[in-house]
């Protein structure tokens, strides 16, 4: 692909835009790109991503639990800053909203998966199992309420190979 703006070196830097739900690309050459103030850096690792979006985001929200500590690990917020990673479990409590601000950032203001079933996996298919083990679960209990534990065993045995 060619640079948009000279239109004769091949395009290297590639920028993707989104404003109010409108996707602009803008595929550009080193030059070109450094002539528009655009620094290109050939890969931002996961670390320096959320390091840049905690900067950039609300300071009283991230000072706030900055202050706190998680009561599991130890872990604090400006750990977290420093190096993305996540003491435990429970730092999603403890760190609730400057994470939560993270995330909006990083992924457009959505906050619930949206995304797409892995090829092969059909999810119509495992609905369907689930409810009929429900199905089985409530046979199962009306078998042992009146004490038919012949059914109950082959009942069980079924949901135990279907699970």
Known sequence: MRCEICKTAMATV???????????????CE??????????????SLNELLSSLLAAGDQN????????????CGNTMEEFSKTSLLGCPDDYEAFG?????????????????????????DITQKSEAETEI????????????????ETAAKLRDRIQKMQ
């Open 14 to 28: 590639h920028l993707t835009e989104i404003i109010n739900g409108h996707r602009s690309e803008k595929h550009l």
């Open 134 to 149: 429900a199905g089985l679960k409530k046979q199962l209990a009306d078998a042992i309420e009146s004490e038919d534990y």
């Open 97 to 121: 909203d400057a994470i939560e601000m993270v995330i909006r950032k990083a992924q457009n203001d959505k906050t619930q998966h949206e995304g797409k079933v892995p090829v092969g996996v």
């Open 31 to 44: 030059n070109c790109a450094a002539s528009q103030g655009v620094t290109a850096q050939s890969q931002l």
């Open 61 to 72: 929200a991230a000072n706030q639990s900055r202050a706190s500590v998680c009561q599991s």
